[in-house]
T-cell receptor, first 113, second 115 residues
Framework: DQQVKQNSPSLSVQEGRISILNCDYT??????FLWYKKYPAEGPTFLISISSIKDKNEDGRFTVFLNKSAKHLSLHIVPSQPGDSAVYFCAAISGGSNYKLTFGKGTLLTVNP | EAGVAQSPRYKIIEKRQSVAFWCNPISGHATLYWYQQILGQGPKLLIQFQNNGVVDDSQLPKDRFSAERLKGVDSTLKIQPAKLEDSAVYLC?????????????FGPGTRLLVL
């Protein structure tokens, strides 16, 4: 049972445009959400997070939006750069689960020069 | 600050053989995690340690997988005997205390291929 879903396996955008990566979740107990970025042959690296008490968090070119009623979050990258090309994982934490991370399957973002 | 170290980076074994992976977390991090990432999937938590105690091993296949963190620092994950479906990347991560809203830092992973 996939509690965190990333329904787009891949996304291709042009350099300078906006990249929007989507994530849906089913577990109402999730109260903290994170995005990780992964390059080939490397481990995932933390990118940005959002608490369930907020609906937006911004860090430079990266913004995460949370819609609790729809159980949906999205990561916006503006402007996209070729170095952003990587797999992006959405992850969620439930406070009642020893703060265990539950990951989605990931979305491969390709930013074309 | 040194990151999470893992070795080996790659391992190829035949089914029914044994294999062990090693992880050294970031200095001072009390919480250590082992994840399994099968191709096309997100990482799945196998086991979580707080210092040298197990916090969560609910998704660890205990008939063949074992892990230890004897001195509360580095850790080993063992598979004995390996099956074809164990082919995956095994990721180790650490965090300061394992609390909510705390970043987990990942190592580069060990890529295991079982033939």
């Amino acid at each position: 049972d996939q509690q965190v879903k990333q329904n787009s396996p891949s996304l291709s955008v042009q350099e300078g445009r906006i990249s929007i990566l989507n994530c849906d979740y089913t577990n109402s107990m999730f109260d903290y959400f994170l995005w990780y970025k992964k390059y080939p042959a490397e481990g995932p690296t933390f990118l940005i997070s959002i608490s369930s008490i907020k609906d937006k968090n911004e860090d430079g070119r990266f913004t995460v939006f949370l819609n609790k009623s729809a159980k949906h979050l999205s990561l916006h990258i503006v402007p996209s750069q070729p170095g952003d090309s990587a797999v992006y994982f959405c992850a969620a934490i439930s406070g009642g689960s020893n703060y265990k991370l539950t990951f989605g399957k990931g979305t491969l973002l390709t930013v074309n020069p | 600050e040194a990151g999470v170290a893992q070795s080996p980076r790659y391992k190829i074994i035949e089914k029914r053989q044994s294999v062990a992976f090693w992880c050294n977390p970031i200095s001072g991090h009390a919480t250590l995690y082992w994840y399994q990432q099968i191709l096309g999937q997100g990482p799945k938590l196998l086991i979580q340690f707080q210092n040298n105690g197990v916090v969560d091993d609910s998704q660890l296949p205990k008939d063949r997988f074992s892990a230890e963190r004897l001195k509360g620092v580095d850790s080993t994950l063992k598979i004995q005997p390996a099956k074809l479906e164990d082919s995956a990347v095994y990721l180790c991560a650490s965090s300061l205390e394992g609390g909510n809203q705390e970043t987990q830092y990942f190592g580069p992973g060990t890529r295991l291929l079982v033939l």
